[in-house]
């Protein structure tokens, strides 16, 4: 005789429900315990519920460069623009790329978002070279002018004729003044002195071949003088697609003096560190730079030739982006360090610091969007989502209480241990990988309860369908478990599907949406399978659901079951008696 087939163990950890259950404990106890030794007991909230600035910076393809915008730039791009906002002093800024050329500043209240902008949406190519003319802003339709240099130290009223370049522990000395100056007749590009520069403070108007080498264009001279630097897009153009190896036009950032300028003669890259601090004994704000090795000796050969020249040709300009930020007069050969001095205030030195010290991005940005949120409105959008998240769970609350009865006990549970573990990861994801809490997010949290409702409302109809079916309440959850079980994942793995796709292909805010519906969606397989399970497989050995309470949710009367399934041996049917 064959022995009998055993049936298949029991799945699911069914067998030992205490075992699932000790696990999710011990889960939520240490991230629990990590939520409070890590100090972030709360999530981190995005800009439109704390408050404070959000930019979207978007990458320009550069000429010439098909290749340009690739992750190591971008990643580059990032780590300058984050170095630059904690220049600032913001503490738990956020900059990170989205997608493939788009990059997200989030900066928090308390920062002032317009110099905020100006440094992360500057792209900071940064040139130092020599000063060939220097003139009012204005168009100059001629060129007639004759300029006379002072050697008086009284400053003038441009803001870069009173900057000095000098060693960290030079006296500047007093220099002539800029005020008048014309276009020269002659736009060089060799600013060394040559053996026949006159001496006389003096300079003229139009230089002789025995002064200078004249190799610049009428081209360049005439978009000198028709260059107008009072207006915005009088600057824009000036010097664009110039190369550091071209003599070119810029505006000052004031837009009060226009320039021709010589190649650059050192890169931003060449600074190893910038500073800003006031000169206790001229009281005035300074920037203190230091070079590095191959920087410094760039910079001694350059201020070599310029401390030789007349004014203006012993100016450097320190351009960026093709603004000239400054433009101080060199006394001296300098090398390793230097200062810039002149009519700073505290932000403007801080600014130019902060840029030196940080140096240029490799990418052009494009300003795509600006959103600054106050305090007040961010706190009414969380007061907001978190009454919404209420007023959800609440119905979803009192249809299970209605129709399942004794049975939203158990559903209630999962959600409150699916509450815990969503709350604790938030907040741990804060600090671990940047995760923040934005309307998005909380709207994400919202839609994830019924999602987990709809799991344990699968599980449950399982359940009473094998009671109409007439069997008793700890076969029938058994039995209810594997179907449900394929449905919910199924279930899960599509919403957990449209949360990637949702979190690839979108930036911004929308990612936040995806990403809590994705982890809401792990969270409620885990929850199912090591809690809701387990609870009701002991729920199912009380007295109060196996014998089909009326408030239990599973009275076989309300449910229209069948009678009992019973085993019972087959019996013949009784046949007549043959007679004898």
């Known amino acids: 005789m064959a022995a009998p087939k055993k049936g298949r163990g029991p799945s699911g950890g069914q067998g030992r429900p205490g075992r699932a259950l000790a696990l999710i404990l011990i889960a939520m106890v240490a991230l629990t315990g990590g939520m409070f030794l890590s100090g972030h007991t709360t999530p981190r909230l995005g800009i439109d519920l704390a408050g404070g600035t959000s930019i979207t910076l978007k990458a320009k393809s550069q000429p010439g460069k098909p290749d340009a915008i690739n992750p ?95 060693g960290s522990k030079a006296t500047p000395s007093a220099s002539a003044t800029t005020q008048g100056r014309a276009v020269t007749g002659a736009l060089t590009k060799d600013t060394s002195p040559s053996p026949s520069a006159s001496t006389s403070g003096t300079p003229k108007a139009s230089a002789s071949p025995s002064a200078s080498v004249d190799p610049a264009t009428a081209e360049l001279q005439k978009r000198f003088a028709a260059l107008d630097c009072s207006t915005k897009a009088g600057r824009a153009k000036a010097g664009a697609n110039a190369k550091p190896t071209d003599t070119t036009i810029a505006c000052s950032s004031e837009g009060d003096a226009k320039y021709v300028l010589g190649p650059a003669e050192v890169s931003g890259t060449d600074v190893d560190s910038a500073k800003a601090t006031i000169d206790q004994q001229r009281g005035m704000w ?9 920087g410094s000796k760039k910079f001694q050969q350059i201020t070599s030739k310029l401390s030789q020249q007349q004014s203006p040709m ?15 007069q060199v006394n001296e050969t300098l090398s390793g360090s230097a200062e810039i001095s002149g009519s700073f205030t505290q932000q403007s030195a801080q600014d130019l610091a902060n840029v030196l010290s940080y140096g240029a991005l490799p990418l052009s940005f494009d300003e795509d969007t600006v959103t600054t949120v106050t305090a007040a409105l961010g706190g009414e959008q969380l007061q907001a989502g978190l009454i919404a998240g209420a007023i959800g769970l609440a119905l979803v609350v009192i249809y299970l209480v209605a129709y399942y009865r004794g049975l939203a006990l158990i559903a209630l549970l999962s959600l409150l241990v699916s509450g815990i573990l969503t709350y604790t990861l938030m907040s741990l994801l804060g600090p671990a990988i940047g995760f923040a809490l934005n309307l998005p997010a909380v709207c994400g949290a919202i839609v994830a309860i019924g999602i987990t409702a709809d799991s344990f409302i699968v599980y449950f109809e399982r359940i009473r369908d094998e009671i109409r079916d007439g069997r008793t309440l700890r076969p029938a959850v058994e039995r209810a478990w594997p179907r449900a079980r394929r449905t919910i994942l199924v279930s899960d793995f599509v919403s957990f599907l449209a949360a990637a796709v949702l979190f690839i292909v979108t930036v911004g805010k929308v990612q936040g949406f995806a990403f809590t519906l994705g982890l809401t969606t792990l969270l409620d397989v885990v929850v199912v399978f090591l809690f809701t399970k387990p609870v009701m497989t002991l729920m199912a050995r009380t007295k109060f659901f196996s014998g089909g309470h009326p408030w239990s949710g599973l009275d076989p009367k309300r449910l229209g079951a069948k009678p009992p399934l019973r085993r019972t041996r087959r019996v013949n049917a009784p046949t007549d008696p043959k007679e004898a």
Do not use: W
Not at 102 to 127: D, F, M, W
Not at 286 to 294: A, G, L, R, S
Not at 314 to 328: R, T
């Open 72 to 166: 190591t730039n971008m990643d580059t791009a990032v780590s300058i623009i984050e170095r630059r906002v904690n220049g600032l002093g913001v503490s738990e800024a956020e900059v990170q790329t989205q997608g493939r050329d788009n990059i997200i500043v989030n900066i928090p209240k308390g920062t002032n978002s317009k110099q905020a902008r100006e440094q992360v949406g500057t792209t900071a190519q940064l040139y130092f070279r020599p000063v060939l003319t220097v003139t009012a802003g204005q168009a100059t339709p001629t060129d007639t002018a004759s300029p006379s240099a002072s050697g008086s130290a009284k400053p003038s009223a441009s803001p870069s004729d009173k900057e000095t370049a000098s």
């Open 286 to 294: 300074i920037v203190q730079m230091d070079f590095t090795d191959k």
């Open 314 to 328: 012993n100016q450097f300009a320190i351009a960026l982006d093709g603004e000239v930020v400054s433009a101080p």
